[in-house]
């Protein structure tokens, strides 16, 4: 489960860190299935083969960062790498139009955030880590009851990944004033939905507008989610 630390107050400024990572750009030629998981099994140096040697890799040549990373950060790993495969098919120089970096499409602007060197971005275990950081915080920032389903509660921090925050809360806060459950994916996708409509997003609760990348969002949240159920029946998580 995601580590809880206290609330964090979202400025205007501090939202910027949370922009979606829609446009992200693909290989030019994407990899098949097979080609993806090759790549992120192959070794690229000899202290992640020590590593390895010390615990055997499953998902991806990637594991013991991952494993690393969610134990300090209070993340289940298997997530991550769920994240890092639909980002970007475990290609550590991927670059998109946007300008997000890594295995984990980490965008400059959250380095900065986190006082890392933006330079360092291309270091794969501080991509992983700056992805962690951004996790753990983002589910600190939705402040999402801890009697919700986990399957909600992951969903709706996936989609505040990939959309922004902005965006989530708004679906929230519009779902909370009709009467629908804010900590319900089902409920808050539907009003992701709806904050392309002039009806809704001109509403005074809204504060981050329009929004017309719903589609984008609820299919990667689905890609995340079931590729983290498979990882979740070949891997433990400790």
Known sequence: MLKRISFVVVSTALLAV??????????LIPPTVEEAMAEAMTPSNSEQMAEMAEL?????????????????????????????YSESRFIED??????????????????RHF??????????ETNIRLAGMLLA???????????????????????????????VLDA??????EG??????????????????????????????????SGQTLHYVDEVMRKYQQYCKIATLS
């Open 18 to 27: 949370y922009e979606s990572s829609q446009g992200q750009a693909q290989p």
């Open 115 to 124: 006082n890392v060197p933006v330079e360092d971005i291309d270091d794969t």
């Open 94 to 111: 991927l670059k998109s139009s946007q300008g997000a970096l890594g295995i984990m499409q980490i965008r400059p602007i959250v380095a």
């Open 172 to 177: 929230r806060r519009l779902a909370r004033s």
């Open 137 to 167: 915080e983002l589910d600190t920032m939705l402040r999402i009851p801890r009697s919700t389903p986990e399957q909600d509660r992951l969903s709706i921090i996936l989609a505040s990944y990939n959309a922004g925050i902005g965006h």
């Open 180 to 213: 629908a459950n804010p900590n319900s994916w089902e409920d808050v996708s539907r009003y992701l939905k709806l904050k392309s409509d002039p009806a809704y997003y001109e509403l005074e609760i809204v504060q981050s507008g329009k929004f017309t990348g």
């Open 56 to 84: 055997p890799c499953v998902i991806s040549r990637f594991d013991p960062i991952m494993r690393r990373v969610g134990g300090e950060e209070g993340l289940d790993w298997r997530l991550m790498s769920a994240i890092a």
